[in-house]
């Protein structure tokens, strides 16, 4: 098994942020979409698991995906993070996905969410996003994944690679 990616300086990783334990340790799941572990896009390149084109840009070797598990866009599931202490004023991850509002990721704190992403990225290039979160700075968190696509079956969300920074590498939202 894959040992989690050290952080650089300037960087605090959420709790197997990357994935890259190969499980979904420090994260719960509901539902099935995203599978009990994480999908290795580098055996799905491979192997040409993906939807239309390989995978690019992602971190490591793993990823959250609602497609990979079933290879199924019309996957349905949901992962939690642990709490973490929001420790720097930037969070950044990597996703793709196609824009609907049953699919997002967002952060919550003090019981309610503070941002919310619906991705509009439907190719198998994951992005990177940039949340100014200094406003929550010294305050507990966690971060939800939500693939609940009824009314697009063919709607997916990937995601990879959260941590706190204290310099953003995209325009901070």
Do not use: C
């Amino acid at each position: 098994m894959p040992t989690p990616t050290a952080a650089p300086p300037g960087k605090a990783y959420i709790p197997n942020g990357d994935f890259e334990t190969g499980t979904y340790e420090h994260w719960t799941f509901a539902d099935d979409g995203f599978g009990t572990a994480p999908s290795n896009l580098d055996e799905a390149n491979a192997q040409r698991l993906y939807l239309d084109t390989p995978y690019r840009y992602y971190h490591g070797h793993y990823a959250a995906s609602a497609y990979l598990p079933k290879r199924d866009p019309g996957a349905r599931g949901a992962l939690t993070s642990e709490e973490f202490v929001i420790s720097k004023p930037y969070l950044e991850f990597l996703y793709t996905g196609v824009q609907n509002m049953q699919i997002y990721v967002e952060l919550w704190v003090d019981g309610a969410p503070v941002k919310r992403l619906e991705p509009d990225n439907p190719t198998n290039s994951f992005q990177r996003m940039t949340w100014n979160v200094e406003p929550w700075m010294g305050k507990t968190g966690h971060l939800k994944v939500v693939d609940a696509s009824i009314s697009r079956p063919n709607g997916f969300l990937e995601v990879d690679d959260f941590y706190l920074t204290d310099s953003p590498t995209t325009t901070p939202i």
